[in-house]
């Protein structure tokens, strides 16, 4: 190829080598390279999860109980499809794995990223690098593990064939050690959050403003673009 023309798809600078090229995308475009790069996981990801789901149906199916995300949105069914977008984010308190209590009222006047998963859940291991490389020193990043036992009581998903286990606080630990940061704040579900804030689904997120409204509400995994946009949001 010639010298000079090999041109960025994205705003037609022009570049002597495909290194450059990559080089100028990554540090110029960088939502769009993240993009690029994250799609193969995503979409890998997401191939594996409905894997997962259409095996856990039918292993629950056989035993007579009842899907765990079927489950999940009758026992969270209040009136209408709970906290939305521009709604107040319900306060809560609550105790981290540190053995801090907190409240999400504390954290006015910051951004919040509040993130519902569960161990188990493989989309999680690719949206905790998202929120991870889309976070700020001005994020507060709250992880509730929604995976307890005492949810899977309420459930009547606890010790029955084909449900994930109860995830513990150093399964909590040990994975955002992988796919997190060590500055998010860690809680496990026992506080009935997953029932406050009626979610429907394993691996929900919320990202909250410095007045506390919801900015968004990801019911599934989140992507990158969409948190970005919504933290850009908040921070005016």
């Known amino acids: 190829m010639k010298r000079g023309k090999i041109r960025c798809n994205r705003c037609g600078s022009v570049f002597h080598s495909e290194r450059a090229l990559k080089q100028h995308v990554k540090n110029k475009h960088r939502q769009y390279y993240l993009a690029r790069r994250l799609a193969p996981a995503t979409i890998a990801a997401l191939v594996v999860m409905a894997i997962l789901l259409v095996a856990f149906q ?14 999940l949105t009758s026992y969270t069914k209040q009136s209408g499809e709970g906290p939305q977008e521009g709604m107040l984010a319900p306060d809560f308190n609550a105790r981290t794995v540190d053995g801090e209590e907190i409240s999400l009222s504390n954290f006015r006047g910051k951004k919040v990223v509040l993130w519902f998963m569960a161990v188990w859940c493989p989309s999680c291991a690719v949206v905790g690098p998202i929120i991870r490389d889309n976070q700020d020193q001005d994020t507060v990043v709250i992880v509730v593990d929604m995976w307890t036992e005492s949810i899977l009581k309420d459930l009547g998903l606890l010790n029955k064939p084909g449900a994930p286990p109860p995830e513990t606080e150093k399964d909590l630990t040990r994975f955002i050690s992988s796919y997190g940061s ?3 704040i860690l809680v496990m579900d026992d506080y009935g ?3 406050l804030y009626q979610l429907r689904y394993v691996d929900t997120t919320f990202v909250i403003g410095p007045d506390g ?4 509400r990801s019911d599934g995994p989140v992507s990158s673009t969409l948190l970005r946009y919504a933290l850009q949001k908040a921070a005016g």
């Open 58 to 71: 039918n292993q629950t199916a056989s035993s007579g109980s009842a899907n765990a995300f079927t489950v």
């Open 213 to 216: 409204r919801i900015l968004l």
């Open 182 to 184: 060590d500055s998010w």
């Open 193 to 195: 959050l997953t029932k």
